[in-house]
Structures are given as C-alpha cells and as structure tokens.
C-alpha cells in the first residue's frame, strides 16, 4: 500500500472511531473555532490568509487600540468583519453539529467566533465565548444595535446619545463574559465527548475547556487540518481535515451504524 493509501484507511479508521464514540456519548459539547467558518468564507485569526498575518491584534483588537483611536479600528477591522459577517451562510460544519444537536446528542456549543453562523444553522445552545459581532454597544450608554441595521455612512457610527458604537465582542485585554463562562464550565463539567473543532488552541481562557473535559473524564476529539497544543496531550484523537468534510463523513458513518 502506498504512503497516500496508508493515510487513507487511518482517516477512514478514525471517522469510524468518531462515528462510534459519538453513538455512545450522551452528552457532548463542542468548543469551535474561527476554522469552522472558513469555508463560510470568513478568514481566519492566525496561519495563512490569517487576520493577524495583515494587523497586528495588538493594534486592532487589544481593548486599548479601541479607547484611544475607535475610528482607526473601525476603519482597518470592523468595517471589513461587517461586510463579510453581514453575508457569510452557514457550511456543512456548522450543519453538522445542527444536525447531531437535533439527534439529541449535542448539547452545547461553546463558541469563540463572533458570527452567529451556528444559530444560523439551528443549534439552539450557543455560548458566545468572545461575544458577537450580531450587535454593536453604544461606548457611553450601552444601548445595544443589530449589526445589520447599523449605518456606516459615517465612521464611527454613533448611538442616539452621541456615544460611539463598537462591537458586542471580547477584545484582547477584556474579561470573557461572566455568564459564558460560568455557563461553559458548567456544560463541560457535564459532558462526556467534547468536539474541538477549528480552534488553533492558543488563546486562553478558550483553550482551557477541553481540559476541563478531560478532567472530568469526557473524550476529546479534534477536528482540523493542523496539529494544535492539544494533540497527543489532550486529546484523545485529531481527525486531520476540513471541519464540513469531516463532519459529513462522520455523520454518514453515524447513519450507517445506525442502520
Ligand atoms: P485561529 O485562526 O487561531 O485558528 C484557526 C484554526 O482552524 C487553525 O488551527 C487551523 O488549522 C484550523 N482550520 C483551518 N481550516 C480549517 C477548516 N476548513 N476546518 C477546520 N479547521 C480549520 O482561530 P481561533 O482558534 O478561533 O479572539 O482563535 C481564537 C481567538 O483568537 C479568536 O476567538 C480571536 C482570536 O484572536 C479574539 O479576538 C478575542
């Protein structure tokens, strides 16, 4: 057997592994990344065709970048995750794990993006780990706007009172919303499979949640093209490949189980 035959039937081994695994499980969570919703058409933070390999995070997502120039950030970061967020559909990733919220086997979806392309798809458990980009606060009052229905024709947008918009999103250097995190740990401490999916595993609290898992002796299974800090230390498997093909093929295996 060739070297590409050899990786074939591991991957093939490995999406029967999860099929399976996921059969048994009866309560799992997934903790999801900026890699689910690339093939939404929405870039990713770090690695190639990255965010941050154009800005420096520091520059335009630290909290303090935000206080002392908002119409800079608006102008290199907000403006452009609007256009893409505005139009940006769900892929067979996020209707994957919609599809095994309905089976009755996912429960929670822990989420670091800021899309909303995860309710889109139906699943009715979302944590938005590092907020959502659906909204927009007011710097001064507070008052929360729809993205969609922010006009910005001028640069700030500005609220009723005068105040600076900006969006309902965790920046570098901002506590994660107390209730995400409460509820997450909570979800965790419950599970018995959690799904890592698209996550480069890097920026921490985030990262933390497949250690609680293992902790409390879930399974943890990544699904990504690369290697992340927590192959072979947390996890008990990585599916390397795309977060839709992976998902489709696990479910097809699911159903021919099921059969
Ligand atoms: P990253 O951009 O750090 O990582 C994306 C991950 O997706 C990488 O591990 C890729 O290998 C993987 N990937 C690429 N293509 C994929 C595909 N088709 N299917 C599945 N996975 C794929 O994104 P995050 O881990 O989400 O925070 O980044 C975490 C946080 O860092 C973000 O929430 C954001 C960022 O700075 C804040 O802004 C506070």
Same mark, same amino acid.
């Given at each position: 057997m060739g070297v590409w035959g050899r990786e074939h039937s591991a991957m093939d081994e490995l999406i029967k592994k999860a099929a399976a695994d996921l059969a048994a499980a009866r309560k799992v969570v997934a903790l999801t990344g900026a890699g689910i919703s690339i093939e939404s058409g929405i870039p990713p933070?770090?690695?190639? *065709? *990255? +965010?941050w390999e154009r800005f420096d995070p520091m520059e335009v997502a630290h909290i303090d970048a935000l206080m002392r120039d908002p119409v800079r950030v608006w102008n290199i970061l907000v403006k452009e995750m609007k256009e893409i967020v505005d139009t940006a559909r769900p892929n067979d990733g996020h209707k994957g794990l919609a599809k095994l919220e309905q089976m009755g086997k996912l429960k929670t979806i822990i989420t670091q993006n800021i899309d909303g392309l995860h309710q889109a798809a139906g699943n009715t458990d979302v944590i938005e780990f590092h907020g959502s980009f659906a909204r927009q606060r007011c710097m001064d009052c507070h008052k929360k706007y729809e993205t969609l229905n922010v006009d910005l024709s001028e640069i700030p947008p500005r609220c009723g009172c005068g105040g600076i918009l900006r969006p309902d999103a965790v920046f570098f250097g901002e506590m994660i919303p107390p209730e995400a995190m409460w509820r997450s740990r909570q979800a965790v401490s419950e599970c018995d499979l959690m799904l890592v999916v698209g996550? !480069?595993? $890097? $920026?921490?609290p985030a990262a933390l949640m497949p250690v609680f898992a293992k902790e409390t002796g879930a399974r943890v299974v990544e699904i990504n093209p690369e290697r992340t800090? +927590?192959? *072979?230390?947390? !996890?008990?498997?990585l599916i390397r490949g795309k977060a839709g093909e992976v998902m489709n093929r696990i479910l097809t295996e699911m159903d021919f189980v099921g059969e």
């Open positions: 933070f770090r690695g190639k *065709g *990255g +965010l996550t !480069s595993a $890097v $920026v921490q800090p +927590l192959t *072979g230390e947390i !996890s008990d498997y």
